[in-house]
């Protein structure tokens, strides 16, 4: 005699695979059997409960095929330097929730790898958008600002570009971007409106030393 753990096990075992579609639809069908001669008083013929489980269990593989696994291969991701005597500017900005407490942080560093600055900071309750907008801004004018129309902080950066320098902007990767996520996430929690490192954190000296050798890491 089954019980009903063992009949849910038996379902369960029988509803996956290749038979899968076959067991469903028999299963089906020889309910409907059943309810046919005992509610319906009618007869069914054998031939006809298999010619019909048969074009079930078609229907049921056409519109649920199996899926293929395709193991794809990771991608990997480092810090973005430079191999000419320019600077490395990395910026972010992050929310503990949504909105929630905003903060700004990011470095300068020589393509080398070498510390030249870095920086940190609260913006309020905020969200992430907002958030990396206003870091790129407080970066290159080296102040800080509580402007809240994304319109007018996109406009600002779009002048400042256009000043007499040289300046490409990359997107990079969080895996890639370390050093930045630490300071960002360090003014999200703190209450200080800008602070300024002028030596890398005790914390982030191996994700520095990271950086420098180009250690790839596989994309989340």
């Known amino acids: 005699m089954y019980g009903a753990s063992v009949l849910e096990l038996w379902v369960r075992n029988y509803s996956s695979g290749n038979n899968a579609p076959k067991f469903l639809a028999g299963l089906w069908w020889n ?24 074009k079930l269990a078609t229907l049921i593989a056409s519109c649920f095929p199996p899926r293929i696994h395709i193991d794809t291969p990771p991608r990997w991701t480092t810090w973005h330097s430079c191999r ?28 080398s790898g070498d510390w030249i600055v ?5 913006l309020g309750v905020a969200d992430n958008t907002y958030a990396e907008l206003m870091i790129v801004l407080d970066l290159v004018t080296k102040g800080y600002s509580n402007f809240h129309c994304y319109d007018a902080v996109i406009a600002n950066i779009q002048d400042l570009l256009k000043l007499d320098w040289e300046v490409s902007l990359l997107h990079t990767l969080r895996e890639g971007n370390a050093c930045t996520n630490f300071l960002t996430k360090l003014g999200s929690k703190n209450d200080t409106k800008l602070s300024i490192w002028d030596s890398p954190l005790e914390d982030m000296k191996d994700l520095l030393l990271s950086n420098a050798l180009r250690v790839a890491y596989p994309r989340a």
């Not at 001669?37 to 010619?51: D, Q, S, T």
């Not at 870095?118 to 609260?122: D, H, K, N, T, V």
């Open 31 to 54: 309910w409907r059997a059943r309810n046919i001669v005992c509610v319906g008083n009618e007869l069914i013929h054998l031939f006809r409960v298999v010619a019909e489980v048969h």
């Open 118 to 122: 870095g920086f940190s900071g609260f």
């Open 84 to 111: 000419t005597s320019c600077m490395v500017l990395n910026v972010d900005g992050s929310c503990l929730g949504a909105p929630g407490r905003a903060g700004f942080g990011g470095l300068i560093r020589r393509g």
